[in-house]
């Protein structure tokens, strides 16, 4: 157990929706990662919070947003879903703040867009 | 576009044989770890090797690193069917903060 909780651990809804995927990191960690797993793109790096601040960009679609709340809990939240937005999306916490170091990573939130 | 690029894609060994696999990358790097997943789990940190060290071992786990070659390898010793899953290069630059994962080497262990 690498302490990163994520919910909804999976998630079918239609082309057009809206959804928010939800982490709490590890107690104590200040950085929040996001990333999106897929067959054909890999581990991708969405974005990334510390201590309530964006620090990172990636390759974030604008239909996607993210935040980091007060209590370090964060959200990442996918609009007008596409099917192509299918994926596995995780959230991984670190202790680090200047540098990434070792990453802890949840167990996923598997989206399926019909 | 992925930082890292692992070689080979696949690998299937025995019971009892070593595991190598091999990361490249484009860029000067900061840190290079390896991470492990069982096929639809969460990734989990294995070993971090720093832009200055060459070797680092961790139980049966042994990772090297050549910056002007811009690769590294992961050797997994005496190799058991719960190693079996795909193991990702990752790397992160100076002041940046991202960290960057290649696709993955997948390695089935037969016993």
């Known amino acids: 157990d690498s302490g990163v909780t994520q919910t909804p651990k999976h998630l079918i809804t239609a082309t057009g929706q809206r959804v928010t995927l939800r982490c709490s990191p590890r107690s104590g960690d200040l950085s929040v990662y996001w990333y999106q797993q897929s067959l054909d793109q890999g581990l991708q790096f969405l974005i990334q919070?510390?201590?309530?601040?964006?620090?990172a960009k990636g390759n974030i679609l604008e239909r996607f947003s993210a935040q980091q709340f007060p209590d370090l809990h964060s959200e990442l939240n996918l609009s007008s879903l596409e099917l192509g937005d299918s994926a596995l999306y995780f959230c991984a916490s670190s202790s680090s703040g200047t540098n990434t170091g070792e990453l802890f990573f949840g167990e996923g939130s598997r989206l399926t867009v019909l | 576009s992925q930082q890292g690029e692992e070689d080979p894609q696949a690998l299937s060994i025995q019971e009892g044989e070593n595991a190598t696999m091999n990361c490249s990358y484009k860029?000067?790097?900061?840190?290079l770890q390896w991470y492990r997943q069982n096929s639809g789990r969460g990734l989990v940190h294995l070993i971090l090797?720093?832009?200055?060290?060459r070797e680092k071992h961790s139980g049966r786990l042994r990772v090297t690193l050549d910056t002007s070659k811009k690769s590294s390898s992961l050797l997994i010793t005496a190799s058991r069917a719960a190693d079996t899953a795909s193991y990702f290069c990752?790397?992160?630059?100076?002041?940046?903060?991202?960290?960057?994962f290649g696709a993955g080497t997948t390695v089935t262990v037969r016993a």
């Open positions: 860029t000067s790097i900061n840190n």
């Open positions: 090797i720093r832009s200055n060290e």
């Open positions: 990752a790397t992160d630059r100076r002041n940046d903060y991202k960290l960057s």
């Open positions: 919070y510390y201590n309530g601040e964006e620090r």
